[in-house]
């Protein structure tokens, strides 16, 4: 009786396929985050609105080494997208930030060109297949961008404009952060606004006909009032003034008064704040008003006070003039 052994061979054949549009490591480096350090940006109050031109622009780090894929089939879709980003305004391309009235563009070069966020693309090689690269050079763009006249502000020391963290990114094939190419990481950016003010930049103090009784009784006091009005992000603003001259007495408390003679040592004027409190003339005492309401005007009640210096000595007859400096600080 003949018995057949019967062999049977299983062949298993595997097909190797080069995965399609791969980074190649071989000629450049693979997905790469490109970032821009935190910032502190300053706004003014009166900032004209506007969006086309920016406040402020950032660029990112720049691409070093490309980043380069290959085995790319025509119609391999790719493109740029935002992350962690409310929704877009698609009439002007901003994003909005944390802070109403100030709004986010993105951006990207190519290391000649830019593009705006976002866009989707396919690409296209002369044949069915091709390599796929972002160059060195090409960099992430963020422009701020002031859309209302005023905003609102609540921390003199910075609001958060934008928190830190991934807020842009390139793709290959498939449209998610995992599948970046390059991608943009910012740290925090604050804004801080500063008052736009609006003031009489020159003040006359007249004494009129000073008499010799007049100077024999101590002198003349003449009230010195000032305002400065100020547009503020905060709501309210914060005023200082201060005083000095070129022609001080020597211990700072008048300023020297030239008379038609030319003499400047038997004349001086003293300034006093609104509390009645001498001022001194090198800019170091100063007073303060705080928590004025935006638009409204701070306003310093100051007095001049016309005194002889000289003892017997008088002035001669004729005008007489003196010049001093008010330096004014807003926050």
């Known amino acids: 009786m003949k018995k057949w052994l019967s ?4 062949f298993v054949i595997t097909i190797v396929k080069a995965q399609a549009c791969e980074v190649d490591l071989s000629d450049g480096v693979g997905p790469t985050t490109l970032s821009i350090p935190s910032q502190t940006i300053t706004i003014d109050a009166a900032a004209q609105t506007s969006t086309t031109v920016p406040v402020y622009s950032y660029d990112s780090s720049l691409q070093s080494t490309r980043i380069s894929y290959i085995n790319c089939l025509n119609g391999t ?3 740029k997208s935002p992350y962690n980003l409310g929704p877009q305004d698609t009439s002007t391309k901003l994003y909005p930030t944390s802070v109403p009235g100030i709004g986010l563009k993105l951006r990207w070069n190519n290391a000649s060109a830019f593009g705006d966020f976002p866009s989707e693309g396919a690409m296209s090689f002369p044949s069915t297949m091709g390599r796929f690269i972002y160059p060195v050079g090409s960099y992430f763009r963020i422009e701020l961008y002031k859309t209302q006249p005023t905003v609102s502000l609540k921390n003199p020391d910075g609001d ?6 991934d807020i842009a990114y390139n793709w290959v094939l498939i449209n998610n952060i995992g599948h970046y190419a390059q991608k943009l990481n910012i740290g925090q950016i604050l804004v801080v606004s500063t008052p736009a003010c609006t003031f009489n ?3 006359v103090v007249d004494f009129g006909l000073v008499t010799a009784a007049d100077l ?4 003349i006091e003449k009230d010195l009032n000032f305002d400065i009005t100020c547009q503020s992000d905060y709501g309210n603003y914060s005023a200082t003034a201060a005083i000095s001259t070129n022609t001080p007495s020597a211990d700072n408390q008048y300023i020297k008064v030239k008379d038609s003679a030319g003499n400047s040592d038997r004349l001086g004027i003293e300034i006093k704040d609104s509390q009645g409190q001498l001022m001194l003339l090198d800019g170091s005492t100063r007073e303060q008003l705080t928590n004025i309401v935006a638009n409204t005007p701070a306003t310093f009640h100051w007095k001049a006070h016309l005194k002889p210096t000289a003892g017997i000595l008088h002035p001669a007859n004729g005008d007489f003039t003196a010049q001093a400096e008010i330096i ?3 926050k």
């Open 77 to 79: 879709p790719f493109g």
């Open 201 to 203: 930049n020159n003040k």
């Open 328 to 330: 004014l600080q807003t």
């Open 160 to 165: 958060i404009l934008l928190p830190p963290g």
């Open 7 to 10: 062999i049977v061979a299983l």
């Open 216 to 219: 024999a009784a101590g002198g």
